[in-house]
């Protein structure tokens, strides 16, 4: 039963991931024929074409590699400074360009002068290559709302778990590892258990600022820049107590920010001495807008790790070297995921909210990746016409003769570079992903 389960995670996951391919392409797709483009093919996946259909002038279909899409423009570049698509040459970046220019004429038919993408302004030319992204950018919005506000977030809150009866610092791994530490009385008691904080309360306020169940990192915070008396309000059997603590410093773990740890990481900060419990919080609306932003920052970061991650993966591959929790994942790695979700004894509802929760965080990535400012990604092709509407208003300002159409081909090589090392790069996270893969359990 447990392999079914795990099975069936993978499926749902790829029916998931080509729902969001396509959901892609569709805003390219609308955008284009919004603009009277011409699009001959759009595909779903990578590779060999195990299904297709004519409808109008565009084929639709679905490839045999679920590794992205795309849809087939006409005049995606514009022609060469002689006029010609194509003329080859003997260089191999100029063979780059040529290449790139003769595929944005294929399947060119009389009257498609008109309907090509470069003769569009460069705000339609931006509009339909951000569609694509924004439509991962949407369906993570929505997939990110339901799971917050409608199963929501398993979480530390703000209802104490366990009270610590003495302090010692978190750099003390061995004390930390003892068995009864506190029972030398070596280290003093803490402000918590003497100010009479049980387990089950619920900080309802610290120092008169309110807090509600979900809003850990907030109390923690306040926790931590204070030393000395407290006033900690708590609900107790449906009674609201005022407790007297006097808080002390010691050295605990850094926080994210966000209610986590950074492991190995120690400040000197304020001290209470509780754990607080976790359990399952719906957000309301703006909660979850806030989590959501906290989510796309940490999106941002992530993206601009990457580089970093590179020698723990070889490592993790070639080494033997423990896969870290953090470390990227592709398309087989987040598949394993949920196959591991499907197959744990968790109630079905909780599935349900990891699995949306993964799709969420994929299509968020696929938009910030697909931002980035290069070719051949969408967000190249944006700063394309971007870059070609700043030159054409400069000559118009200064009344200089209009400098045509930007021609992004000329970037091909780069293009090319950028292409070579994303695929050196997902080659080393699937190899990972295989030999190496991280683990829910």
């Given at each position: ?20 391919i ?21 595909m779903?996946g990578?590779?060999?074409t ?20 795309y ?24 063979g ?36 694509g ?9 929505v ?41 030398s ?9 003497k ?13 008169g600022v ?8 907030v ?31 010691n ?6 920010g ?12 304020g ?5 607080p ?8 609306f703006?909660?979850s ?58 109630p ?16 968020l990535s ?17 700063a ?7 030159r ?22 780069v ?16 190899a ?10």
């Amino acid at each position: 039963m447990t392999g079914l389960m795990w099975g069936l995670g993978i499926a749902v996951f790829l029916v998931g991931l080509l729902f969001s391919i396509a959901w892609h392409e569709l805003g390219h797709l609308s955008t284009a024929k919004l603009f009277k483009i011409r699009v001959p093919q759009y595909m779903v996946g990578f590779g060999a074409t195990i299904w297709s259909r004519h409808k109008g002038e565009t084929e639709y279909g679905i490839k045999a590699i679920p590794l992205g899409g795309y849809i087939r423009m006409i005049g995606m570049f514009p022609p060469g400074d002689d006029g010609r698509v194509a003329a080859r040459s003997t260089s191999p970046f100029r063979g780059m360009i040529e290449d790139a220019r003769s595929a944005a004429y294929e399947e060119l038919k009389p009257g498609d002068e008109t309907r090509m993408f470069y003769t569009r302004k460069p705000w339609k030319r931006v509009i339909v290559m951000f569609a694509g992204p924004f439509m991962n950018l949407i369906l993570a919005f929505v997939l990110f709302l339901t799971v917050l506000m409608g199963f929501g977030l398993q979480m530390q809150t703000t209802t104490v778990g366990e009270v610590s009866d003495c302090v010692i610092s978190q750099s003390d791994t061995a004390a930390l590892k003892a068995k009864d530490p506190c029972a030398s009385k070596k280290y003093p008691e803490t402000p918590a258990k003497k100010a009479g904080l049980r387990a089950g309360d619920r900080i309802v306020a610290f120092n008169g600022v309110r807090v509600d169940d979900s809003q850990w990192s907030v109390l923690q915070q306040e926790i931590r820049k204070t030393t000395g008396p407290a006033t900690v309000t708590v609900l107790r059997d449906g009674r609201t107590i005022d407790l007297r603590a006097d808080l002390i410093e010691n050295k605990v773990t850094k926080t994210d920010g966000n209610g986590g740890y950074t492991e190995g990481q120690y400040v000197t900060a304020g001290f209470l001495g509780f754990t607080p419990a976790s359990g399952v919080i719906r957000l309301d609306f703006a909660q979850s807008i806030d989590r959501m932003g906290e989510m796309a920052q940490s999106g941002v970061e992530s993206l601009a790790a990457l580089p970093s991650k590179v020698p723990d993966l070889w490592n993790a591959v070639f080494n033997g070297a423990e896969r870290k929790q953090d470390s990227p994942v592709g398309m087989i790695g987040a598949a394993r995921i949920g196959g591991e979700v499907f197959a744990m004894d968790i109630p079905a509802t909780w599935r349900v909210a990891f699995f949306l929760n993964l799709l969420a965080g994929i299509n968020l990535s696929l938009f910030l990746f697909n931002m980035l400012p290069l070719l051949p990604l969408d967000g190249g092709h944006i700063a394309g016409a971007l870059w070609e509407s700043v030159r054409r208003t400069v000559a118009r300002i200064f009344r200089r003769p209009d400098p045509g159409p930007f021609d992004v081909a000329k970037l091909m090589p780069v293009a090319y570079v950028v292409a070579g090392i994303f695929i050196c790069f997902t080659a080393l996270v699937m190899a990972a992903d295989l030999i190496n893969p991280v683990r829910l359990t």
